[in-house]
């Protein structure tokens, strides 16, 4: 398997991909905002799908940074403490940003079935949207006191201090140290994997078949109506699979297998974002068969799938975990 | 006998070979199998129980061919699976166990087939039978994916 | 407790959880007989 980056390439990708939740946040937010302001909904809808493609590219975000911590141990000049603090911060803040993902989704999936933004929904989601941008930045700020020397003395940094001091609610090493410790943890989450996945591969299926003209007879807003619980089965899986994540980082940083399934994940999230908001497959009654575009969406939707599938089940083969 | 099946060419083939077509091959089509089984298992329960109601019921009816192709990839593979390992699993409760579940959904799923969707009329009303069979078929195939993950850590 | 009870009563635990977010979801949805969109609404989208 061609190798996709090296942990130099991954620290790398970390700094490069690591604006899209702190700049990516802040400019979603404010298009937010202005949409309210401007009492315009068509600029929250978009808001909303800026919300939900900055939630998953946080994806390879957290687990480049993963990559970064490691290649960064042991350098002189470097501090575990100040790596540690940052890890924890931002762990915090991706588990807001996936909650903030997840509500973006819902508005657009009620948008996209009853016509207009929802109040509840979209006020919920600007409110995540605060917290996440705070919690973002104080998770960027503490990146900046990893290895900015030129900033040092500065009023702003080392702001929030080392982990215990700053207050965080969320360790990863204590996430880790349950999973090691308790004996249940693993298999639970091996299994809620792989039911997860199959209720999210059958909603895909019952979607993607329908639009790619093998299922007949039901109208394609009668299967949207199922897309939630397709979000869900993949939200049990990005619970567990962060499980896996924290507690053996090292069988999955290195693992080209994993490079290429967080790669077709995304891939596939860009891919189910359209599923929820396309207009001409929404419009498609029972009898009629969709345009080429929607067969070509419903045939990529369930390759990206087998993919990420194939790709996990080849963890311990292709790379070195386990 | 079962030494005799793991000491066959084709079990030695499967596991030893360093060829990736040999046992994480196997694995990984059993796993398909599975996901695409369960899934649809999944989504005709989902509808039995009332989710989707917009679909037609016998609309549905293909992903029982669905299930049955996937169900006859892991009977294979699962056979391959087996023979590999077979003085271990064939004592093992869970593995038996397993195969009850799986037995279970695979009768859930003839019985939903044949109450509902053989007369090829759309029902008015979901019956509460149907539900019922819909929720025994979720928890077995549940089950089912839970004793084949606790193969690998229970006896 | 032995860990194949454990590992099913969590499974059990999700299951539920599923179950009552997806009807929550589902039940806050308008019914489809009230709102099939067809082409003709698609000057009200957003």
């Known amino acids: 398997m061609p190798e996709l980056a090296n942990q130099a390439d991954l620290a790398h990708v970390h700094l490069l991909l690591n604006h899209f939740p702190t700049i990516g946040t802040i400019l979603g937010l404010g298009l937010l905002l202005l949409a309210f302001i401007r009492k315009n909904d068509h600029l929250k809808k978009v808001s909303l799908e800026v919300m939900f493609l900055i939630a998953l590219a946080t994806v390879p975000v957290y687990v480049s940074g993963q990559a970064a911590a490691e290649a960064l141990k042991g350098q002189s000049g470097v501090s575990m403490d100040a790596i540690t603090a940052h890890n924890d911060a931002a762990l915090g803040s991706f588990i807001m940003m996936e909650i903030t993902g997840f509500f973006a989704w819902l508005a657009l999936w009620r948008i996209r079935r009853i016509g207009r933004p929802t109040t509840g929904l979209t006020y919920t ?198 | 006998m079962l030494t005799s099946l793991e000491q066959s060419a084709f079990s030695t083939w499967l596991l030893s070979s360093n060829s990736i077509w040999a046992y994480p091959t196997v694995l990984t089509l059993h796993t398909f199998g599975m996901m695409v089984l369960v899934g649809a298992a999944l989504m005709i329960d989902l509808r039995l129980l009332g989710f989707g109601r917009g679909i037609p019921l016998q609309s549905m009816d293909r992903l029982f061919r669905v299930m049955w192709v996937a169900f006859a990839l892991n009977a294979v593979t699962g056979t391959m699976l087996f023979v590999a390992d077979a003085s271990k699993r064939a004592p093992s409760l869970i593995f038996w166990t397993k195969l009850a579940f799986v037995a279970v959904g695979l009768v859930m799923a003839v019985m939903i087939r044949r109450r509902n969707f053989e007369s090829g009329a759309e029902p008015v009303v979901i019956s509460g039978a149907a539900k019922r069979l819909a929720i025994v078929s979720l928890l077995a195939w549940s089950a089912a994916i839970t004793a084949g993950r606790l193969l690998a850590y229970v006896a | 407790m032995p860990l194949t009870l454990t590992v099913a009563l969590i499974v059990l635990a999700v299951i539920v959880i599923v179950a009552i977010v997806g009807y929550w979801i589902d039940e806050a949805e308008e019914p489809l007989e009230r709102g099939e969109r067809t082409t003709d609404d698609r000057h009200h989208r957003v």
């Not at chain 1, 700020?141 to 020397?149: K, L, Q, V, Y």
């Not at chain 1, 860009?270 to 345009?291: F, K």
């Not at chain 1, 067969?295 to 390759?303: F, I, T």
């Open chain 1, 125 to 322: 989601v600007l409110v995540l949207s605060v917290l996440t941008v705070a919690a973002v930045a104080r998770a960027a700020n503490m990146g900046g006191d990893i290895r900015h020397p030129e900033i040092e003395g500065g009023q702003y940094s080392g702001l929030f201090g080392q982990a215990a001091a700053s207050g965080g609610f969320i360790s990863a090493a204590a996430i880790k140290d349950f999973v090691l410790q308790h004996p249940w943890v693993w298999p639970t989450c091996e299994t809620l994997h792989f039911i997860g996945m199959s209720l999210m591969f059958g909603v895909l299926m019952i979607v993607n078949l329908r639009l790619v003209g093998w299922l007949r007879g039901m109208s394609f807003a009668s299967v949207h109506r199922l897309l939630p619980f397709g979000l869900m089965g993949f939200g049990i899986n990005f619970i567990t699979g962060m499980f896996f994540f924290i507690a053996a980082s090292e069988q999955y940083t290195q693992n080209v297998a994993f490079h290429y399934k967080v790669v077709l994940l995304m891939l596939a999230g860009v891919n189910y974002l359209v599923l929820t908001v396309y207009d001409e497959a929404w419009a498609l009654p029972a009898s009629a068969d969709a345009p080429l575009p929607g067969k070509l969406l419903g045939a990529s939707a369930l390759v990206l799938a087998v993919g990420v599938m194939y790709f996990g089940r080849m963890l311990p083969f292709i790379g070195n975990a386990f």
